[in-house]
């Protein structure tokens, strides 16, 4: 089992920068991929970033340029840094890992981006 914990969510205005963190805990050393999702208000879960366990990124169009996806394994932890934020990023964010064969889900963190 892995426990994920989330931190880092808050109100920002346009324009501004948000870094959120996520530290796992339990059986890390089975943790290959780490990643981001989002879910607003009314809309499916989508992913925003992924990280492997060689540092490999990828990055969905709606943050690519924006977002910076990185882990410390020493911390066993995965941080994704939110600059230049827009009103349509806002939502719940999900720190996810999977340790195969599962995947495993933080609690979620609420971004809300507002003037």
């Known amino acids: 089992q892995v426990q994920l914990v989330e931190s880092g969510g808050g109100l920002v205005q346009p324009g501004g920068s948000l870094r959120l963190s996520c530290t796992a805990s339990g059986s890390i050393f089975t943790i290959n991929t780490m990643g981001w999702y989002r879910q607003a208000p009314g809309k499916e879960r989508e992913l925003v970033a992924t990280?492997?366990?060689?540092?490999?990124?990828f990055y969905a169009a709606s943050g690519k340029g924006r977002f910076t996806i990185s882990r410390d394994n020493a911390k066993n932890t995965v941080y994704l840094q939110m600059n230049i934020l827009k009103p349509e990023d806002t939502a719940v964010y999900y720190c996810s890992v999977i340790a195969a064969p599962k995947r495993y889900w933080g609690q979620g963190t609420q971004v809300t981006v507002s003037s």
């Open positions: 990280i492997s366990s060689s540092a490999s990124t």
